[in-house]
């Protein structure tokens, strides 16, 4: 079985203030992989990225980055000098080899970024 | 850049009744899921298919559920008999490849579908 944590249910933060979305997650199985999606109050699920359960390197996007740890099972989500426009609930999900294609998700952040 | 479509954006039902929910996939893509999400909550997994036959599915994917390809372009979902614990909205997805691969899943738009 496979699940994804995220323990934030709601944040809120001021513009321009760093947020930081935490994502825990749990497989037995040793190839997998990971994503993030965003999913604005217009209801649509956009997809941010995927990271590769043999890829622990770090990645930054403009105002996003990633921390991926596997030693904590955690792979955590930075939005830098946060906007307005970035508010939305956030979905991390994991897709394992031996649970099919299948996209198991959190239970999402609702981020909420004030003016 | 090409994206998932879904029709009808919004879909209002009588239970019991049979409602028929449409997506178009990337036209490249070989494999197709469908999700749901339940107002306020998460997003569920419900099948996945893959050259014509379904792949893998949920306990959520009973009976009243079933998906087609019916063409080249399309792949739907009907609910034979709509309870009113079916209202959500559901998400048409797919990848260009699976696991071993690259399995990207787009999203399309969603179906908010409302049992009455």
């Known amino acids: 079985a496979q699940k994804v944590t995220q323990a934030q249910t709601e944040i809120s933060v001021v513009e321009k203030e760093d947020v930081t979305l935490d994502c825990v997650y749990e497989?037995?199985?040793?190839?997998?992989?990971l994503f993030w999606y965003k999913q604005p109050p217009s209801g649509e699920l956009v997809f941010l990225i995927r990271r590769n359960s043999f890829d622990e390197q770090n990645e930054i996007s403009g105002r996003y980055s990633w921390n991926f740890q596997k030693s904590t099972s955690s792979f955590n989500f930075t939005i830098t000098a946060s906007q307005v426009v970035d508010s939305a609930v956030y979905f991390c999900a994991l897709s394992a080899r031996n649970a099919g294609n299948m996209l198991t998700f959190g239970g999402g952040t609702r981020l909420m970024v004030k003016p | 850049e090409p994206e998932v479509t879904q029709t009808p954006s919004h879909q209002v039902t009588q239970m019991g009744q049979e409602v028929i929910l449409r997506c178009v996939p990337i036209s490249n893509h070989l494999y197709f899921y469908w999700y749901r999400q339940i107002l306020g909550q998460k997003v569920e997994f419900l099948v996945s298919f893959y050259n014509n036959e379904i792949s893998e599915k949920s306990e959520i994917f009973d009976d009243q559920f079933s998906v087609e390809r019916p063409d080249g372009s399309n792949f739907t979902l009907k609910i034979r008999s709509t309870k009113l614990e079916d209202s959500a909205m559901y998400f048409c997805?797919?990848?260009?490849?699976?696991?071993?691969?690259?399995?990207?899943?787009?999203f399309g738009p969603g179906t908010r579908l409302t049992v009455l």
């Open positions: 997805a797919s990848s260009a490849e699976g696991l071993a691969s690259t399995n990207t899943q787009y």
């Open positions: 497989t037995r199985d040793t190839t997998y992989y």
